[in-house]
């Protein structure tokens, strides 16, 4: 394959191949790889065992310098200087005896869909990529023609600290007007996956389609879609898994005017803690054909520990989405008839599920809340809130009001109702008597919204927060469901739901000036 359209001489191209070549050659020229007894290939991503968003990067060009959404999300990066991580990265892949050229597609509606071109070095990034962008079979890829979009991963090799904008060894970096994307200094095969999906989350508004940060499924009716937005460790992948729907996709989604569609070929699950009991779906997708990313395993057996965390705790499987028994091929759906927002609450203060108004569905998704648990990290000795705007605000290219007015006129047209689904703390705060739901009382939760049995269920306003509670839900003790009531000192659970409301209010004041009175107002009510 020529690759001098991108600068590239090397000769030994080797483009879409089986995954078993990609297997071969992981085993006989990157060190530390391996073979599980699932059959997965067992990688390591080097010293970096997550994104890096400090070092990403987007080129500020005259033609999208007034639609970037620019500040601590979008590092603005001049063109000369992505010209000079450009060539560093070319003259590093050009030094290399092979290459691996994976040619794919993002967006499952062939109205929307783009091309995309991997260049990388190593067989572990190829085979990621290859479970993770859409497989063109061999007429299309015969046919595939010029990429929309091109990654040139040189990730082995660091950026260069004196280059002006450059914060570490590592950069990542997108230009949108040239369709590319570099990265130096960084092995994380993550970076890929959400810059393809930072590409999406710029062209998509552009087409009247919104791109969202979240996984979908379908019921037996075609009309039954649901919508679940998360950030890490919320359970939007696991929730998504169910044996009694179809998978249409575990992590980013585009809605247009026709319906639901999923961007990606494959899914990323987070296999911390992974059991076959509580995640069938996920732990049956690992086998051969699978990236299991950072985890601990048996030398001699070769069964890797799900608990082990020696490496990382944000061990990853990369699989492709037929891998899941009850994927939907392709990946498309019509319109959602539930939208879920799923948080983990380590204060103890949001209920196991609430009904969401318009307004208060629109203060919610531009919130994006979840908790950081007491423990996790150095000097953290209580549950910390998180806000993400739209659920991902690591990856918004637009400013977050234009996802979340595109989100709520598609509700308005098309009677989508919303949901706060808290799969955190109940009964008091984490670490202070406080238990985590029961997964198995979440799932009934998911099943009752998906049935419509939650629709017409009886409610009581939260007086904090506003939204309205259940009074009772099929299969889930109904004491849980009301939180004040699951602890034992009331009084600690208004202070606690007045410090959380504080610190969704302040959080907020930055999106005041975009936001309309009344979605301003379905945000919680605290004492001064």
Same mark, same amino acid.
């Given at each position: 394959?020529?690759?001098?359209?991108?600068?590239? @001489?090397?000769?030994?191209?080797?483009?879409?191949?089986?995954?078993?070549?990609?297997?071969?050659? &992981?085993?006989?020229?990157?060190?530390?790889?391996?073979?599980?007894?699932?059959?997965?290939?067992?990688?390591?991503?080097?010293?970096?065992?997550?994104?890096?968003?400090?070092?990403?990067?987007?080129?500020?060009?005259?033609?999208?310098?007034? =639609?970037?959404?620019?500040?601590?999300?979008?590092?603005?990066?001049?063109?000369?200087?992505?010209?000079?991580?450009?060539?560093?990265?070319?003259?590093?892949?050009?030094?290399?005896?092979?290459?691996?050229?994976?040619?794919?597609?993002?967006?499952?509606?062939?109205?929307?869909? #783009?091309?995309?071109?991997?260049?990388?070095?190593?067989?572990?990034?190829?085979?990621?990529?290859?479970?993770?962008?859409?497989?063109?079979?061999?007429? =299309? #890829?015969?046919?595939?023609?010029?990429?929309?979009?091109?990654?040139?991963?040189?990730?082995?090799?660091?950026?260069?600290?004196?280059?002006?904008?450059?914060?570490?060894?590592?950069?990542?970096?997108?230009?949108?007007?040239?369709?590319?994307?570099?990265?130096?200094?960084?092995?994380?095969?993550?970076?890929?996956?959400?810059?393809?999906?930072?590409?999406?989350?710029?062209?998509?508004?552009?087409?009247?389609?919104?791109?969202?940060?979240?996984?979908?499924?379908?019921?037996?009716?075609?009309?039954?879609?649901?919508?679940?937005?998360?950030?890490?460790?919320?359970?939007?992948?696991?929730?998504?898994?169910?044996? @009694?729907?179809?998978?249409?996709?575990?992590? =980013?989604?585009?809605?247009?005017?026709?319906?639901?569609?999923?961007?990606?070929?494959?899914?990323?699950?987070?296999?911390?803690?992974?059991?076959?009991?509580?995640?069938?779906?996920?732990?049956?997708?690992?086998?051969?054909?699978?990236?299991?990313?950072?985890?601990?395993?048996?030398?001699?057996?070769?069964?890797?520990?799900?608990?082990?965390?020696?490496?990382?705790?944000?061990?990853?499987?990369?699989?492709?989405?037929?891998?899941?028994?009850?994927?939907?091929?392709?990946?498309?759906?019509?319109?959602?008839?539930?939208? +879920?927002?799923?948080?983990?609450?380590?204060?103890?203060?949001?209920?196991?599920?609430?009904?969401?108004?318009?307004?208060?569905?629109?203060?919610?998704?531009?919130?994006?809340?979840?908790?950081?648990?007491?423990?996790?990290?150095?000097?953290?000795?209580?549950?910390?809130?998180?806000? @993400?705007?739209?659920?991902?605000?690591?990856?918004?290219?637009?400013?977050?009001?234009?996802?979340?007015?595109?989100?709520?006129?598609?509700?308005?047209?098309?009677?989508?109702?919303?949901?706060?689904?808290?799969?955190?703390?109940?009964?008091?705060?984490?670490?202070?008597?406080?238990?985590?739901?029961?997964?198995?009382?979440?799932? &009934?939760?998911?099943?009752? +919204?998906?049935?419509?049995?939650?629709?017409?269920?009886?409610?009581?306003?939260? =007086?904090?927060?506003?939204?309205?509670?259940?009074?009772?839900?099929?299969?889930?003790?109904?004491? +849980?469901?009301?939180?004040?009531? @699951?602890?034992?000192?009331?009084?600690?659970?208004?202070?606690?739901?007045?410090?959380?409301?504080?610190?969704?209010?302040?959080?907020?004041?930055?999106?005041?000036?975009?936001?309309?009175?009344?979605? +301003?107002?379905?945000?919680?009510?605290?004492?001064?």
């Amino acid at each position: 394959m020529d690759l001098s359209k991108h600068k590239i @001489s090397v000769e030994n191209i080797i483009r879409n191949p089986a995954p078993a070549k990609f297997y071969e050659d &992981a085993i006989k020229f990157d060190p530390g790889s391996a073979v599980a007894d699932s059959g997965a290939l067992v990688v390591r991503s080097g010293k970096r065992t997550g994104r890096s968003p400090a070092d990403k990067r987007v080129v500020k060009t005259s033609g999208v310098e007034k =639609e970037v959404w620019w500040g601590n999300v979008n590092i603005a990066l001049d063109e000369h200087t992505f010209s000079i991580n450009h060539q560093r990265a070319t003259d590093y892949l050009n030094t290399r005896e092979r290459l691996y050229v994976i040619d794919g597609f993002a967006g499952w509606d062939p109205n929307y869909r #783009l091309k995309v071109r991997i260049i990388a070095e190593r067989p572990y990034h190829g085979l990621f990529m290859h479970n993770m962008l859409i497989r063109p079979t061999a007429e =299309e #890829l015969e046919n595939f023609g010029e990429p929309d979009f091109v990654v040139y991963n040189a990730g082995k090799f660091p950026a260069n600290r004196f280059t002006e904008g450059m914060t570490s060894d590592a950069s990542v970096d997108v230009n949108f007007e040239k369709g590319e994307m570099v990265i130096l200094g960084t092995e994380y095969a993550g970076e890929m996956k959400k810059g393809i999906f930072t590409v999406m989350h710029y062209l998509m508004p552009k087409k009247d389609v919104l791109s969202m940060h979240c996984s979908a499924n379908e019921g037996e009716k075609p009309e039954d879609v649901a919508l679940f937005f998360g950030l890490s460790g919320t359970g939007k992948t696991t929730l998504s898994a169910d044996k @009694s729907r179809k998978l249409i996709g575990d992590d =980013e989604h585009c809605w247009s005017e026709d319906g639901v569609f999923n961007i990606e070929g494959g899914c990323y699950a987070k296999t911390i803690n992974l059991s076959e009991e509580k995640e069938p779906e996920i732990y049956n997708a690992i086998k051969f054909g699978t990236v299991l990313e950072n985890v601990g395993y048996d030398a001699n057996t070769r069964k890797v520990d799900y608990d082990d965390v020696s490496i990382t705790q944000n061990t990853r499987a990369s699989y492709p989405i037929d891998f899941i028994s009850n994927s939907k091929i392709p990946c498309t759906a019509g319109h959602p008839k539930n939208i +879920i927002f799923l948080t983990y609450d380590a204060f103890g203060v949001l209920p196991p599920v609430s009904k969401l108004s318009p307004e208060q569905a629109m203060y919610h998704f531009i919130s994006g809340y979840t908790a950081k648990v007491a423990g996790t990290e150095m000097g953290v000795t209580e549950p910390e809130a998180t806000f @993400s705007a739209c659920f991902g605000a690591a990856f918004l290219v637009w400013p977050p009001s234009k996802y979340a007015e595109m989100l709520a006129e598609k509700m308005r047209t098309h009677n989508a109702k919303a949901w706060l689904v808290n799969t955190g703390i109940t009964g008091g705060a984490y670490g202070k008597g406080g238990e985590r739901i029961n997964l198995k009382n979440t799932r &009934a939760i998911i099943n009752a +919204i998906h049935e419509g049995k939650l629709d017409d269920a009886d409610t009581v306003q939260d =007086e904090v927060f506003g939204f309205r509670i259940p009074t009772n839900c099929p299969e889930v003790p109904s004491e +849980i469901l009301q939180p004040r009531n @699951s602890w034992s000192n009331a009084d600690e659970y208004d202070a606690q739901a007045q410090k959380l409301g504080k610190l969704f209010r302040k959080n907020f004041d930055k999106y005041k000036a975009e936001s309309s009175d009344e979605i +301003i107002n379905a945000g919680p009510k605290v004492s001064d």
